[in-house]
T-cell receptor, first 112, second 115 residues
Framework: SQQGEEDPQALSIQEGENATMNCSYK?????LQWYRQNSGRGLVHLIL?????REKHSGRLRVTLDTSKKSSSLLITASRAADTASYFC????????????FGQGTRLTINP | DAGVIQSPRHEVTEMGQEVTLRCKPI?????LFWYRQTMMRGLELLIY????????DSGMPEDRFSAKMPNASFSTLKIQPSEPRDSAVYFC?????????????FGPGTRLTVT
């Protein structure tokens, strides 16, 4: 079973709306990361949140982490057509570990 | 920095042929990862190296797959013999613990089609 599972699998919204994606995981983590993948390209790192952090911002991105519920959410505010992509969460299980466990991703479509 | 470089970008080969994928990680990164992505199975970690040493190859599907990292700036993933079910996009990624985190930087991928 997946360590990280995103929800929903697919999301379609209008440009300008906010998009929220969720990630749940099963075991204790050191940090959780979100990545974006545009069609036909490699994944791009967006943001990292450590296990002792609850919220982090980067531009129009807001990430929350609830370690008691083993879940994280990624909020993209004021969405743009260019935000259309797949979004993956990835967890690092132990401190210092370079290996990440990726979820299956959420496919986000922003309609103009 | 040029980022992670992969070659070739596209490979079409016939079943039974040997396929070699190449990766040049970001200079100074000490960890290198090979992933495979398909619609059915998503993104799968095949193998990763720390300081050129294979650490975890539990994701390598079978003996037909092998990976090497002869030095800090080059790695190969070889499939011999290739099969149609190996068709996928193969990504290489690198990261550096020295940078303070474990964010991974992905290459553009190699799209492999085995007919």
């Amino acid at each position: 079973s997946q360590q990280g599972e995103e929800d929903p699998q697919a999301l379609s919204i209008q440009e300008g709306e906010n998009a929220t994606m969720n990630c749940s995981y099963k075991t204790s983590i050191n940090n959780l990361q979100w990545y974006r993948q545009n069609s036909g390209r490699g994944l791009v790192h967006l943001i990292l949140i450590r296990s002792n952090e609850r919220e982090k911002h980067s531009g129009r991105l807001r990430v929350t982490l609830d370690t008691s519920k083993k879940s994280s959410s990624l909020l993209i505010t004021a969405s743009r057509a260019a935000d259309t992509a797949s979004y993956f969460c990835a967890t690092a299980l132990i401190q210092g570990a370079q290996k990440l466990v990726f979820g299956q991703g959420t496919r986000l479509t922003i309609n103009p | 920095d040029a980022g992670v470089i992969q070659s070739p970008r596209h490979e079409v080969t016939e079943m039974g042929q040997e396929v070699t994928l190449r990766c040049k990680p970001i200079s100074g990164h000490n960890s290198l990862f090979w992933y495979r992505q398909t619609m059915m199975r998503g993104l799968e970690l095949l193998i990763y190296f720390n300081n050129n040493v294979p650490i975890d190859d539990s994701g390598m599907p079978e003996d037909r797959f092998s990976a090497k990292m002869p030095n800090a700036s080059f790695s190969t993933l070889k499939i011999q013999p290739s099969e149609p079910r190996d068709s996928a996009v193969y990504f290489c990624a690198s990261s550096s613990r020295l940078a303070g985190g474990n964010e991974q930087y992905f290459g553009p991928g190699t799209r492999l089609t085995v007919t």
